[in-house]
């Protein structure tokens, strides 16, 4: 079987970046749609994923920062109950700046989990800022996965697939990454479907079991490249050989 493992990070505060950040990126959108669309709604999609999911029957993770520049996690409570309600799975997308501390680390944690109720056990760091000193603190804290690693920009190969374990957690390498195909594989929107179809294909070389770790960002579903999200979904959901599941699914799947 090759896993899908389906998440989306959120990293912009709930009202979206500021009006000149978005006016300076007009280009990444439909004309038509950046008209009709209203500013706070360009970047923020949790509603539109989830009908998408749904349709097809699958669920993600989504990680939430617990900082947010000029807003507040406590602004995502409502999406984010009902996300944790529906059964998609809430990780955390910890702060770079709390990686090489343990009581950072906890308190971001806490703070999400008070919003959930619920033990979080996913952890992604924003910017992937992995380092090896991570993996023991993310055990010590009770996290059994981490998605924060990837070793290079521009090429997907075997080692940025599958998974490990690395001092008590679940490691899965992110393997296909929106920002990267766009920007350091320069991978035109028509040419996306293909190259999650070299992806699986290189997936089914190496192993039977594979999992292969997807990020789709929360504010790129409107943009050029990003809304080809849809298209993705009928290609894996039409693969015989591909599941697509949370985090938390395939810990248990490899425990
Ligand atoms: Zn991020």
Do not use: C
């Amino acid at each position: 079987m090759q896993y899908i493992f389906l998440s989306h990070d959120v990293d912009w505060r709930r009202q979206g970046p500021s009006i000149e950040h978005i006016l300076s990126r007009k280009d990444r959108f439909d004309v038509k749609l950046f008209e009709k669309t209203k500013p706070e709604d360009l970047y923020r999609n949790i509603p539109e994923y989830m009908e998408l999911e749904e349709k097809f029957g699958i669920r993600s993770t989504f990680f939430f920062r617990t900082f947010y520049e000029n807003g507040d996690v406590l602004d995502y409570e409502d999406d984010i109950k009902q996300l944790h309600e529906s059964n998609w799975e809430i990780g955390l997308h910890t702060d770079p700046t709390s990686v090489d501390n343990l009581e950072k680390i906890q308190k971001e944690k806490e703070k999400l989990e008070s919003i959930t109720g619920k033990q979080i056990i996913g952890n992604r760091v924003h910017y992937l800022n992995y380092n090896s000193g991570l993996p023991e603190k993310l055990t010590k804290l009770g996290f059994s996965y981490d998605s924060s690693l990837r070793y290079s920009k521009d090429r997907i190969d075997d080692k940025e697939m599958g998974y490990s374990r690395i001092n008590g957690v679940i490691e899965f390498p992110v393997t296909l990454m929106d920002a990267y195909l766009f920007t350091y594989m320069k991978i035109q929107e028509d040419k996306i479907i293909s190259e999650f179809q070299k992806t699986l294909d290189l997936g089914r070389s190496l192993a039977e079991n594979n999992v292969i770790s997807v990020l789709w960002h929360d504010n790129v579903l409107k943009m050029k490249g990003g809304r080809m999200y849809k298209q993705i979904l009928e290609f894996l959901t039409s693969q015989d050989d591909v599941e697509i599941k949370r985090g938390a699914d395939l810990v248990k799947i490899f425990s």
